[in-house]
C-alpha cells in the first residue's frame, strides 16, 4: 500500500492540463467578479443592507463599506494574474482570501458553487499550476517545466468527483423522486421559454428532469474518467449545464462547472488549447529546452502540499455528512445541509415575524422586519434557523440600547412551505430566542417537520 | 471534435423536440392563458377603477374649489361626502401601484398616514409650498384633506376658519388639484401606452408584468390592510394602540369604511371580479386552481377566500370608528389582525410557492 502510494506520488503527468485549467479559472473568476460588480450587487447585498448575518465564528468578517470594493478588485485583479500567470502563489493565495472573505461577509449570499470556488481556489494553492504556460515560467525558467507531478491534476478531479457524485446522493430522496419536487413547482414557472414553454408543465417532464439529474450527477464523474465515453460525458456536461443555465438563475457557475470538465481531458487536447491561445496572442515560442522531469521542486515542500491535498480532499469527503449528528429532517431544520453539494433540493419559503416582549414596562410588540433586512435577507431569514436565531439577538441588542430596555424576550411567529407543501409553523412560538445559544448543537427550539422525506 | 459535439447536441435536442410533439396530445393542453389573465386585469379592472377614481377626484376637485371659493355649511357637507367617495374609490386602485403609479409614488403623495398637522399649518401659510417633495408626503393626500375638512373642528368651526383666513382654502385646492393631476397623469399613460405593455410583458421574470402585480398586491396586503389599516393603531408594533394612526382619523367614523373597501378590493383581484360589473376573468384563484394547489387537503384558492371571508366578518360588526376600537376595545382590532395575518400567510408563503412567483426586488444569482 505505502509502497504504491509512493510509486503514484512519484508519477508525473504533462503540465498542458493544469496550465490551461489555470487559465480558464482565472478568466472565469474575472468575468464573474466583472458581472457581479455591473449587477449592483456589491452596493445592494454588502453595502445597503445596515445588519449582515455571520457565519458562526466569523462574526468579524463584515463588508468595509465603500472599501469593500477594493477587495472585489483586488479579487478581480488577482484572478487576471491566475490567468496569466504572473507571481502565481501569490496571485491564488490573494484570490483565495479575498473571495473567501467575500463569500463570509453575509451568508444571505451563501451558494453552493461559491463555496466551491472557495475550495477549488484553497486547492489551486498547492499545485504548481505556474510551471507551463505562463508569465512566471517565461520569466524564470528554472522553475519551467514540462511536467508536473500526477497528482496535481488528480485532485482537481477528485473534487469535481466528489461535488457532482453527493449532488448525485442528495438527490435520492422521495421528494426529488417520487413527487419530482422541486422541479415540479419550479418548471412551470417557466412557461414562457420559447420552444419548451409549455412543456414544462407536463408531469412527465418533471420526473423526467429529476430522475435524469440523479443520474446525472451520480454517473457523469465516471463516464468523464473512463476514456471511451469522455466525450460522449463532456458533451452531456454542456447540456446539462445550458439547460440549467436557461431553467434557473444561476449566473456563471454552468459555465464554470463546463469549463472545469475539460480537466478530464487529454494532454493532447489541452496542448491544442494552449497552441490556439499562443497564435491569437501571438505569444514568443516556449522554450524547447523545458526540463522533462519535475523533480526540481523542494521534496519536503512536495510533502507538505501533498499533506494538504489530501486533508482537503479527505474534509470534502465528510463535512457533507455532518447532518447525521442532527436528529430531524435536514430539509426542514437544515443543520448541516451547507457546504455539501446539496444543490436545487428545495423550493423552500417562509414568513417569519418577532415578536418583543418587555417585561420591565409590560410591553409586547412585533417588529417591522424591513426596517432592518433587505428584501433579500428577509427572505432568506425567513426559513433558515440559524439566520432566524442571529437576527432575534440582533433586534434584543437592537431595541435593549436604542431604547434603553432591559431584558427583552424574542418569539418568533414562523412558517415556512417546503417542496409544494402547506405551510407549518416553523419555530417554536413559546421559546424565547435571546436565551438561546447559537452554535453546532442541535437547535431543539425548531419544531418537528409533519412530513417524511425519505432518502440520504 | 467540436463538430461531433455539436451534432450530438442537436440530435438530443431534436429527440427531444419529437417526442413533445407525440406525447404533447395526452397531456393536458389547456395551458393556463397567463397573458389572457393580464389582459382581465388591465381591461376590466384597472382601467375602469382607475377611471372610476379620476371621476372621482375631479368631482373632489370642484367640490374643493367651490367651498374654497364660498365656503358655507352645505358646501362643506357636499365637499365631505365627495372626498368620502373619493377616498373610497382610492382603496380600489391603491395596490396598483405598478407603471406610472409606480414612477411617480402615487401611493405616497395619496394616502401617507398619520398626517402631519403641524406641518400643513406652517405649510399653507406659505403661497409656494413644492407638494412633488418626498418630504411633503404627509401634508397632502386624502389625509391632509382629512384634517382640513375635519380636524380644525366641527363645520361650522371649519367653515369659520376658511372664511377668515383664505390660505386654508387655497392649500385646500391645491391638493385636491394635485390629486387630480397625478391621477389624470396615471390614467393617460395606462391608456395611451403603459395598457399595452403592460399585457405584453408576459414573462416570469421578476420584472414581468404578473410577478410585479401579485408581488404589489402581496405587498399591500401585508403592510397597507393588515399593517397600516389594522396593526399599527392596535400597537402590534408599538406595544400600546395608537388610535390618532388610523386612516381617516379626523373624519372618525370612516376607519371601517376603508378597510372594508380595501379589503373587497384585495379580493375582487384575487378572484378576478371585474370593477363595473364583477364579471369573472382568470384570475390567481382559477390560476391556482388550474395548478391543482391544495393546502391541508382543502384548495389553497379556497382557504384564502375563507380567510379573506372570516377577516370581513369581524370587522363589519365593529364600530365604524377604528380609532374608538383601538382607544376601548383594542383586543377586538387584534383579532381582526390575526385573521389578516393568516391570509398574509397563505397569500406570501403558500401562493407564492405554488405560482413560483419570486419575491420582488430579488435579482441575485441561486443554485
Request: net charge negative.
Amino acid at each position: 500500500m505505502i509502497e504504491k502510494l509512493k510509486y503514484y506520488f512519484a508519477q508525473s503527468a504533462k503540465a498542458e492540463p493544469l496550465a490551461a485549467f489555470r487559465i480558464f479559472f482565472g478568466i472565469m473568476m474575472f468575468s464573474s467578479i466583472l458581472r457581479f460588480w455591473s449587477m449592483g450587487w456589491i452596493e445592494k447585498l454588502y453595502l445597503q443592507p445596515q445588519f449582515h448575518f455571520s457565519f458562526y465564528g466569523f462574526e468579524w468578517v463584515k463588508p468595509l463599506g465603500v472599501y469593500t470594493y477594493l477587495i472585489f478588485f483586488i479579487c478581480a485583479l488577482s484572478a487576471v494574474l491566475i490567468a496569466l500567470g504572473l507571481w502565481y502563489r501569490l496571485a491564488i493565495s490573494i484570490f483565495w482570501l479575498s473571495f473567501t472573505y467575500i463569500e463570509l461577509m453575509d451568508k444571505t449570499t451563501y451558494l453552493n458553487h461559491y463555496y466551491f470556488i472557495s475550495v477549488l481556489s484553497f486547492l489551486l494553492l498547492f499545485l504548481p499550476a505556474q510551471r507551463y504556460f505562463s508569465v512566471d515560467a517565461y520569466r524564470r525558467p528554472q522553475i519551467a517545466s514540462k511536467l508536473i507531478p500526477r497528482h496535481s491534476i488528480d485532485a482537481i478531479k477528485a473534487l469535481l468527483f466528489i461535488v457532482y457524485f453527493y449532488a448525485g446522493l442528495a438527490k435520492i430522496n422521495s421528494d426529488w423522486l417520487l413527487e419530482a419536487q422541486p422541479l415540479a413547482t419550479w418548471l412551470p414557472g417557466k412557461y414562457d421559454l420559447a420552444l419548451i414553454g409549455s412543456l414544462l408543465e407536463q408531469t412527465w417532464l418533471h420526473y423526467t428532469f429529476s430522475w435524469g439529474g440523479m443520474l446525472y450527477d451520480l454517473s457523469i464523474p465516471f463516464l468523464l474518467l473512463y476514456k471511451p465515453t469522455r466525450n460522449f460525458a463532456f458533451a452531456l456536461v454542456v447540456i446539462f449545464h445550458v439547460l440549467t443555465r436557461i431553467l434557473f438563475p444561476i449566473g456563471m457557475f454552468p459555465y464554470i462547472m463546463i469549463v472545469s470538465a475539460l480537466i478530464f481531458f487529454d494532454a493532447s487536447f489541452h496542448q491544442r488549447i494552449l497552441k490556439f491561445i499562443q497564435n491569437i496572442f501571438r505569444l514568443p515560442s516556449l522554450p524547447t529546452h523545458l526540463p522533462t522531469s519535475d523533480k526540481q521542486q523542494n521534496r519536503a515542500f512536495e510533502k507538505v502540499q501533498i499533506g494538504f491535498i489530501t486533508l482537503l480532499l479527505i474534509s470534502q469527503l465528510l463535512i457533507p455528512w455532518r447532518h447525521l449528528f442532527y436528529p430531524g429532517e435536514l430539509f426542514w431544520h437544515e443543520q448541516g445541509f451547507r457546504f455539501s453539494w446539496r444543490v436545487m433540493l428545495m423550493e423552500k419559503a417562509g414568513y417569519t415575524n418577532f415578536k418583543i416582549h418587555d417585561p420591565q414596562r409590560g410591553e409586547t410588540f412585533l417588529v417591522d422586519n424591513q426596517q432592518f433586512l433587505s428584501a433579500f435577507q428577509e427572505k432568506q431569514m425567513s426559513f433558515q434557523p440559524d439566520f432566524i436565531l442571529e437576527y432575534a439577538h440582533f433586534l434584543e441588542d437592537h431595541f435593549c440600547s436604542s431604547e434603553n430596555r432591559g431584558d427583552l424576550q424574542i418569539y418568533a411567529e414562523s412558517y415556512v412551505a417546503l417542496n409544494g407543501r402547506s405551510s407549518q409553523l416553523y419555530i417554536n412560538p413559546k421559546v424565547d430566542l435571546s436565551q438561546e445559544k447559537r452554535g453546532w448543537a442541535p437547535k431543539t427550539w425548531i419544531l418537528p417537520f409533519n412530513d417524511t422525506i425519505y432518502g440520504l | 471534435m467540436m463538430g461531433r459535439f455539436l451534432s450530438l447536441f442537436l440530435m438530443l435536442s431534436m429527440s427531444f423536440a419529437c417526442s413533445n410533439e407525440k406525447s404533447g396530445d395526452s397531456q393536458k393542453q389547456d395551458d393556463f392563458d397567463r397573458s389572457a389573465m393580464l389582459v382581465h386585469w388591465a381591461d376590466d379592472y384597472i382601467l375602469p377603477a382607475y377611471q372610476n377614481y379620476n371621476q372621482e377626484v375631479i368631482d373632489l376637485n370642484d367640490a374643493a374649489n367651490k367651498f374654497s371659493n364660498a365656503p358655507s355649511l352645505n358646501l362643506h357637507a357636499n365637499l365631505h361626502a365627495q372626498f368620502v367617495k373619493a377616498y373610497t374609490a382610492w382603496q380600489w386602485v391603491s395596490f396598483l401601484e405598478i407603471g406610472p403609479a409606480e414612477a411617480n409614488s402615487l401611493r405616497n403623495f395619496s394616502n401617507i398616514y398619520p398626517t402631519s398637522a403641524t406641518e400643513i399649518e406652517q405649510a399653507l401659510v406659505n403661497a409656494n409650498y413644492n407638494l412633488s417633495l418626498p418630504s411633503t408626503f404627509n401634508e397632502q393626500g386624502f389625509p391632509a384633506i382629512d384634517y382640513l375638512l375635519s380636524g380644525l373642528g366641527d363645520a361650522s368651526t371649519t367653515v369659520n376658519q376658511f372664511r377668515n383666513n383664505t390660505d386654508y382654502g387655497r392649500y385646500l385646492s391645491a391638493l385636491t388639484e394635485r390629486l387630480e393631476a397625478m391621477s389624470s397623469q396615471v390614467l393617460n399613460i395606462w391608456q395611451s401606452s403603459y395598457r399595452n405593455e403592460f399585457i405584453s410583458n408576459t414573462g416570469s421574470s421578476a420584472t414581468a408584468s404578473t410577478n410585479k402585480l401579485i408581488n404589489d398586491f402581496i405587498y399591500h396586503f401585508e403592510r397597507e390592510l393588515r399593517a397600516g389599516k389594522v396593526g399599527i393603531p392596535a400597537g402590534v408594533f408599538s406595544g400600546s394602540p395608537l388610535a390618532q394612526n388610523v386612516e381617516a382619523y379626523y373624519s372618525d367614523s370612516l376607519s371601517q369604511t376603508l378597510f372594508m373597501e380595501s379589503l373587497n378590493a384585495h379580493r375582487a383581484f384575487f378572484k378576478g371580479s371585474g370593477f363595473l360589473n364583477g364579471a369573472a376573468g382568470n384570475s390567481l384563484e382559477q390560476y391556482l386552481n388550474y395548478l391543482n394547489i391544495e393546502n391541508q387537503g382543502e384548495l389553497l384558492s379556497a382557504k384564502i377566500s375563507n380567510q379573506m371571508a372570516a377577516a370581513e366578518s369581524l370587522a363589519k360588526v365593529l364600530p365604524t370608528s377604528f380609532s374608538s376600537v383601538a382607544a376601548n376595545s383594542n383586543q377586538d382590532l387584534l383579532a381582526l389582525y390575526d385573521e389578516l395575518q393568516k391570509a398574509v400567510v397563505l397569500l406570501k408563503v403558500d401562493m407564492l410557492q405554488a405560482l413560483n412567483v419570486r419575491v420582488d426586488y430579488i435579482d441575485a444569482d441561486g443554485d
